[in-house]
């Protein structure tokens, strides 16, 4: 006796959903809660296993505490679109960080670009090309959304006025995303570039370079913060 014919949606049980209809909004928006915690509680971790030593260097001496060394909310910031990339560098010891972005950041980055993958099959074409929009044209708090999270390492000799070299410091970015493809090229990743001014950082990494000066400006001022804890 034949075999029935197999549904074109690839199960044996008629009428199943395929795999990118099992997955909803809210199943990557759950996902990604639980990869960013998880990102934070492998931070931790790793800042727990260093020696006096190494911990001395990423502190610059103990000026800094290790929970200020935190970089998780920094990639979620970057994966909503409340900045274009995030810089990922440990100013006081460059020398850990190929280690932390191996075993702390990528498996992190991996992990979210299937959830990334996973809102691009759900997306419709309206919404993949407002995907590619700037912060300006499209609303920054819209997730799930696709993407794709790239962590490259910064070389040649760039520098800015409080900063004396960038090179070994590594930047996260969204490839999908145009504005930040396209601010991290023009500004980290020209190797003929050499300097970078605060007020140009200020724009890619979405921090005040300076206080604003006037009334207008204060207005544009939003204060964005987070706690170095989560469960």
């Known amino acids: 006796m034949q075999s029935p014919?197999?549904?074109a949606?690839?199960?044996?049980?008629?009428?199943?959903?395929?795999?990118?209809?099992?997955v909803?909004?809210?199943?990557?928006?759950?996902?990604?809660?639980?990869?960013?915690r998880q990102l934070y509680h492998r931070e931790k971790q790793w800042l727990a296993a260093r020696t006096d030593d190494q911990a001395a260097l990423?502190?610059?001496?103990?000026?800094?505490?290790?929970?200020?060394?935190?970089?998780y909310a920094e990639i979620a910031?970057?994966?909503?679109?409340?900045?274009?990339?995030?810089i990922i560098d440990y100013a006081g010891d460059r020398s850990q960080l190929a280690d932390f972005i191996s075993h702390v950041i990528e498996p992190a980055i991996?992990?979210?670009n299937v959830l990334g993958a996973a809102a691009k099959g759900l997306a419709s074409a309206d919404v993949l090309a407002a995907a590619a929009k700037s912060r300006t044209d499209?609303?920054?708090?819209?997730?799930?959304?696709p993407f794709h999270l790239t962590c490259v390492r910064i070389s040649g000799q760039l520098a800015s006025p409080e900063v004396a070299s960038w090179a070994g410091a590594f930047v996260l970015f969204d490839?999908?995303?145009?504005?930040?493809?396209?601010?991290?090229?023009?500004?980290l990743r020209d190797a003929a570039k050499t300097s970078i001014s605060e007020d140009d950082l200020a724009r890619g990494l979405d921090y005040p370079g300076s206080l604003p000066a006037t009334a207008e400006e204060m207005q544009y001022i939003v204060p964005v913060s987070y706690l170095g804890r989560m469960k």
């Open 5 to 7: 014919p197999r549904p």
């Open 9 to 22: 949606n690839g199960s044996n049980t008629p009428n199943a959903p395929s795999t990118a209809a099992a």
């Open 24 to 36: 909803s909004e809210q199943d990557i928006t759950r996902r990604t809660t639980r990869v960013l």
């Open 58 to 71: 990423l502190t610059q001496q103990g000026q800094l505490s290790l929970v200020e060394q935190l970089h």
């Open 77 to 86: 910031f970057a994966l909503l679109r409340l900045k274009p990339c995030a």
């Open 110 to 112: 991996r992990d979210l």
């Open 138 to 145: 499209s609303n920054t708090a819209w997730y799930p959304r």
């Open 175 to 187: 490839e999908m995303w145009a504005e930040s493809a396209a601010w991290v090229s023009t500004n």
